[in-house]
C-alpha cells in the first residue's frame, strides 16, 4: 500500500485540503489518502480551536464520498499534545506499506519548529505541493535552516504539482462569523456541520 497522510487542524476543512489529496494521489500512484484532524495542536495553542469530536465530523463529512479517502482519529484518541512523527510511527508500524506526508511549502518551511522532525523523515517521504508551473529545483525547496537540521531531506521530496487556491480557514471561519457565503470554498455537508453545531459565530 502506498498511504498518503494528510493532518492538520481542519478548522474547518476546506476544498483546497481536498485539492491536495488528489493531486498527490495523482502524482505518487497513492492507494489511500488519510485524513488526520489534530488533538491538541500545540502549535496553535494561542488561539481557541474548535473542539476535536467537531473537527473530526467536519473531515468525516467532508471526504465522505471520496472512495480513495479515508479519516483516522489516532491524535484525538491521544491524550496531551498531539507530534506528527508519533502518528507516523504508529501508522507505520502497524500498517506497513510506503507512506507519503503531505504538506505545503509553508509547512515544509517551518519545519525545523516541529517536535524531532528526523523521526517523520525516518518512516515517510515528504510530498510538498507547489503551484504548477513552478520551476524551482527540489533541492532550492528546503531552506537552508532545515538542509542544516535534516542533512539530505531533499532526497526525502516529491513534488506534488496542483493549482494555486486562495483558501485558508481562517477566512473561512470570518466568513461564516459574518454570514458570508461559502459555496465553491467548503464542501456542503462541512457547512452543514457547522450550521448543526453552531461553530464560528461568536
Do not use: N
Request: glycine share 8%; proline share 8%.
Amino acid at each position: 500500500m502506498r498511504v498518503g497522510v494528510l493532518g492538520g487542524t481542519f478548522d474547518p476543512p476546506h476544498l483546497a485540503h481536498l485539492v491536495l489529496a488528489a493531486s498527490a494521489r495523482q502524482a505518487l500512484d497513492l492507494d489511500r489518502v488519510l485524513f488526520i484532524p489534530a488533538g491538541e495542536p500545540w502549535r496553535k495553542a494561542e488561539r481557541e480551536v474548535a473542539p476535536a469530536e467537531a473537527r473530526l465530523r467536519m473531515v468525516e463529512a467532508a471526504v465522505g464520498d471520496v472512495p480513495w479517502a479515508a479519516v483516522s482519529a489516532i491524535e484525538i484518541e491521544r491524550s496531551g499534545p498531539t507530534y506528527t512523527c508519533e502518528t507516523l510511527e504508529q501508522l507505520a508500524a502497524g500498517e506497513g506499506g510506503e507512506w507519503w506526508l503531505l504538506l505545503g511549502e509553508d509547512a515544509l518551511h517551518d519545519m525545523p519548529h516541529w517536535h524531532e522532525p528526523a523521526r517523520i523523515l525516518a518512516v515517510a517521504r515528504l510530498a510538498v505541493a507547489r503551484r504548477r508551473g513552478d520551476s524551482q529545483p527540489v533541492g532550492e525547496v528546503a531552506t537552508p535552516e532545515l538542509r542544516a537540521l535534516l542533512p539530505g531531506v531533499e532526497e526525502r521530496i516529491d513534488i506534488v504539482p496542483m493549482p494555486l487556491l486562495e483558501i485558508s480557514s481562517t477566512a473561512l471561519r470570518e466568513r461564516v462569523r459574518e454570514g458570508g457565503p461559502t459555496e465553491f470554498l467548503l464542501p456542503a455537508a462541512v457547512r452543514a456541520v457547522i450550521d448543526e453545531l453552531g461553530l464560528y459565530r461568536g
